[in-house]
């Protein structure tokens, strides 16, 4: 028997539009992004052939399907915004460039992380691809939306054919818990099976929500959870 484990932390703030993620990559939030059409990536040793200042244009579907191939863990912070087009970029002022530039850096904003002149709709501050992602986001409830589109992909991965629709009652709970800080952990226990032992059958899957509260830091979340200093507040049995 093998026991694997994985685990989604998300802290919502609604009124500062911040939602804190680990466990989430950036392929993860494109997947649930239709309207992104052009990304200013303010950090991130990526070459677009294109630039504003010494801030990296990805435009148009092709490009950011190209973006969306890289490795960017390998960047380590990766910060953008998007942009509602083209021509808005050399109408941007020194001032807002500044402002853009404290965001890419001190990753919080100097006075708020949507800029009229580029009417974006997400600020995304990222290091290490995957461990940490602070979104600023317009739609309060959109980074839940990513949130469980995530682990819903963690289920199918882990259970193939077995895996069904996340139940009604975790979604409502990661919805109204998420400004409380929750660790979402799935534990999936399987077997080898075939002559080779090459094949991996599930034998049970569950997903557990704890209200653990804000952290910035995964490893002292980590310990906290070894530690039991955390509440549980939901358990459901997937298999």
């Known amino acids: 028997m093998k026991r694997e484990f994985s685990r989604i932390y998300v802290k919502s703030t609604h009124e500062s539009y911040e939602t804190l993620f680990s466990g ?12 992104i059409e052009n990304i200013m990536v303010l950090k991130g040793d990526y070459w677009s052939g294109k630039y504003w200042k010494r801030f990296a244009l990805v435009e148009g579907k092709g490009q ?29 002022s020194n001032e807002e460039a500044a402002q ?47 949130a469980v589109n995530k682990l819903q992909k963690n289920a199918r991965n882990a259970l193939g054919d077995n895996a069904l629709p996340l139940p009604e009652n975790l979604i409502e709970a990661i919805h109204k818990q ?20 090459k094949k991996k059958v599930a034998e049970s899957a ?23 200093q955390t509440k549980k507040i939901l358990h459901v049995d997937l298999l």
Not at 24 to 35: G, H, L, P, Q, T
Not at 66 to 86: A, M, Q, R, T
Not at 125 to 145: E, M, S, V
């Open 24 to 35: 989430i990559k950036f392929v993860d939030f494109m997947e649930c992004v239709s309207a």
């Open 64 to 92: 950011i399907d190209k973006l969306c191939g890289e490795n960017v863990h390998n960047y380590g912070d990766f910060c953008f915004v998007d942009y509602v087009s083209p021509a808005v970029i050399d109408t941007i």
């Open 100 to 146: 853009l530039l404290y965001l890419s850096h001190m990753f919080e904003p100097l006075s708020s992380p949507f800029f009229d002149v580029l009417q974006n709709e997400y600020a995304y501050l990222a290091h290490d691809d995957g461990w940490y992602c602070k979104l600023y986001c317009r739609n309060r409830q959109f980074p839940i939306t990513v």
């Open 178 to 197: 998420s400004e409380k800080g929750l660790l979402i952990e799935m534990e999936v226990v399987s077997r080898k099976k075939g002559v080779l032992g």
């Open 206 to 228: 569950s997903i557990k929500l704890y209200e653990v509260g804000k952290y910035e830091n995964m490893d002292s979340l980590l310990n906290n959870i070894e530690q039991n």
